[in-house]
Each structure stands twice: as C-alpha cells, then as structure tokens.
C-alpha cells in the first residue's frame, strides 16, 4: 500500500513540477512533459511489482505499438480547418479513431 502511495505522490510531483516550470523555463518543460514518463515510470513500476522481465518486455512492446496508433486520435484535428466541423464532431472522430487503433494495436500483439 505504501508503494502504491508513493507511485501516485510521484505522479502527481512530476506533473506539479511540469506545470510550475513551465512558467520558468517553457522549453525545459515541454520537452519533460513530452517524454514518455508515464511508460517509463510504469514499466519499472510492474517490474517491481511481479519481478518479470518478460511481463515488461511485452509491456514495452505493446507501448511501442500503440504509441503511434495513439496519434490517429489527433488526425481529424488536423484536418479541423477543412471539413468546418464543431469541437465536439472533431473531438468524438478522435475517439473513434483511437477505438480502430485500438483494434489494430490488438491485431497486432497476438504476434509479439
């Protein structure tokens, strides 16, 4: 339980001190905020937790997969100033991309 506390009050450190530095030092602070902290931070957190390298390895690579299929979500906002949609249209066309991606990045995994 402890560790479990500690995993959050890391957490919510990392995004507290993001944010603050950000005001700081934007540059310094978006390059923290864009690296993969979370998977970084989970992976050694599972391994800690069942002491498996071949659970983290598969692990990784399931990230490995779905971090790029995660971006379709951003797609329809790329194209928002051509198709003239609202926010919301925009917003739920991400969702269901990332849905496909899901399925795709499900497709995927059954070989790795």
């Not at 995993?7 to 450190?13: D, E, R, T, W």
């Not at 071949?54 to 951003?74: H, Q, T």
Request: hydrophobic share 65%.
């Amino acid at each position: 339980m402890i560790f479990a506390v500690f995993k959050v009050v890391l957490a919510a450190f990392i995004i507290v001190f993001t944010s603050w530095l950000s005001g700081k030092r934007p540059e310094l602070a978006g390059f923290i905020t864009a690296l993969p902290l979370i998977s970084i931070l989970a992976i050694a957190y599972s391994y800690i937790d069942y002491q498996s390298i071949e659970i983290s390895a598969k692990y990784a690579k399931s990230i490995i997969v779905a971090v790029p299929l995660s971006l379709l979500f951003f797609v329809p906002f790329f194209f928002a100033d051509r198709i003239g949609l609202n926010f919301w249209v925009i917003y739920a066309m991400g969702f269901v991309l990332l849905a496909i991606g899901y399925l795709i990045h499900s497709f995927i995994m059954k070989f790795l």
